[in-house]
């Protein structure tokens, strides 16, 4: 990754290496400041290698789109938080969007949404924690391994409130574990996991609050975690407008895609290879 700061521009434009997907565009994100506001604007390409796509569990492919983010420069925290399906923006300009479009029975009235790592739930995400959406949009439900491997550094991204998200492995942990007892509804059986639902956030039981958010060289961020919530599901501060989704999260969608809906316990991480060592944490 080749960062160049001019004056309050940052311009990263990245080569694309995917061996398997042939596409016609490489990574391309402009990042810039003003007084007030970062702007992220990207092509939607990943900087890394990805998994096939389409694939058994996503039939869609990879396709350049035009993003555009803002966030503030000086993200002031509140005692409130904003549950938010987009949260956030990795460095490279990869959207981050841990929740899913898939609910219990393809009936999202139940309220019963599948959580993306899921045993016995294929959606298709590959290495990096990541699939793509109908539409062609490629983006992050974790840690985002193939970017991790291109820094030093533990910062991932930003948060739609604007506070930085980073990633720093097992020296920080997530304060949400899986409920007790048996579903009152929907699916029933044991809480396992394989639900959004199945989880509770117990403040304490972690080093992180309920937005998976913690100090960091003495100022408030997100983390990346190896469990559940994974990237966090809310933030904060007051998310920028320019994260508003239009409909529901994205998931694998369209026909083709294979789903198991027995589930279990959720592995850290889904995909091929392994995951690389913590980045050098920033304190």
């Known amino acids: ?16 290496l995917i061996p398997i997907n042939t596409l016609a565009a490489s990574n391309s994100v402009t990042i810039t400041t003003d007084s007030q506001y970062r702007y992220i ?22 396709s350049a ?15 409130r938080a904003s549950t938010v399906r987009l949260p956030g923006v990795a460095i490279n300009g990869i959207p981050m969007e841990p929740g899913t479009a898939e609910f219990w029975n ?8 599948i959580q993306a790592f899921a045993q016995g739930t294929n959606l298709g995400i590959d290495s990096n924690n990541a699939h793509v959406q109908p539409n062609g949009t490629y983006h992050y439900h974790g840690s985002p391994t193939g970017l991790l491997q291109k820094t030093n550094d533990s910062l991932v991204g930003w ?13 920080v942990k997530s304060s949400y574990q899986l409920k007790s007892g048996t579903r009152p509804s929907g699916p029933g059986g044991r809480y396992d ?14 080093s992180l609050d ?5 100090q960091l060289d003495g100022n408030y961020v997100y983390f990346i975690t190896d469990s559940y919530p994974f990237i ?52």
């Open 210 to 214: 309920q937005c998976n958010g913690g």
């Open 159 to 171: 948060a739609a409130d604007g506070f930085e998200i980073h990633y720093i492995g097992s020296q």
């Open 65 to 79: 789109q035009n993003h555009k983010f803002r966030v503030p420069l000086n993200p002031v925290k509140t005692n």
């Open 232 to 283: 966090q599901r809310c933030v904060f501060g007051t998310p920028d407008q320019s994260f508003n989704k239009r409909g529901g999260p994205g998931g694998a969608g369209g026909p083709g895609m294979r789903r198991d809906m027995r589930g279990g316990r959720p592995p850290p991480r889904r995909g091929e290879g392994d995951r690389p060592p913590p980045p050098r944490p920033r304190y």
């Open 193 to 206: 996991g394989t639900y959004d639902q199945d989880w509770e956030y117990v403040a304490g039981l972690g």
């Open 41 to 62: 604007e990207s092509n939607g390409i990943p900087d890394h290698s990805t998994g096939q796509f389409p694939n058994s569990g996503n039939p869609n492919a990879i």
């Open 1 to 16: 990754m080749e960062l160049k700061l001019l004056s309050t521009t940052y311009s990263i434009l990245l080569a694309l």
């Open 106 to 113: 393809r009936d999202r009235a139940s309220g019963w949404n």
